[in-house]
């Protein structure tokens, strides 16, 4: 009997466990936020170790660097971000990211909005 592939899920689980650093820690925060902010969200891994958060679309990606945990907005360029949460990838016209850096507080309340923002998006464009 082949072996099954791990679950998303599982997938990102592993890469917090990995990263064994505050790298992990903000990770896993910023995944336990984009559930409680859209429970029906769908965890996905792409590009060969990105974790996906999507729903009717992607909302975004965590991706863990050196220095920084980067989520980036699949369509931030069209989410309206009245508490400037995004400090990265500006100048493009479609995707915008939060950098989050070591010991950061992060804008549950903000971010969760941002989130749900996001996913109303998402939902405006499938209902076309």
């Known amino acids: ?28 925060r910023l995944r336990t936020l984009i559930k409680e902010a859209d429970p029906d969200v769908v965890e996905e891994w792409k590009w060969r170790g990105v974790p996906v958060w999507s ?15 980067k989520m980036t907005f699949a369509k931030g360029a ?5 508490s400037n949460l995004f400090n990265a990838s500006l100048d493009g016209n479609t995707r915008r990211a939060i ?20 996913v109303a998006l998402n939902q405006s464009k499938t209902r076309k």
């Not at 850096?101 to 996001?118: D, G, P, Q, S, Y």
């Open 1 to 28: 009997m082949p072996k099954s592939e791990p679950s998303p899920a599982q997938l990102i689980d592993a890469r917090i466990t990995e990263l064994n650093d505050w790298r992990g820690e903000m990770l896993n």
């Open 55 to 69: 729903h009717d679309g992607i909302i975004c990606t965590g991706e863990t660097y050196k220095n920084v945990v």
């Open 78 to 82: 069209s989410l309206k971000d009245p």
């Open 99 to 118: 950098d989050f850096v070591e010991n950061e507080k992060i804008n549950e309340k903000a971010l969760k909005t941002l989130i749900r923002a996001a």
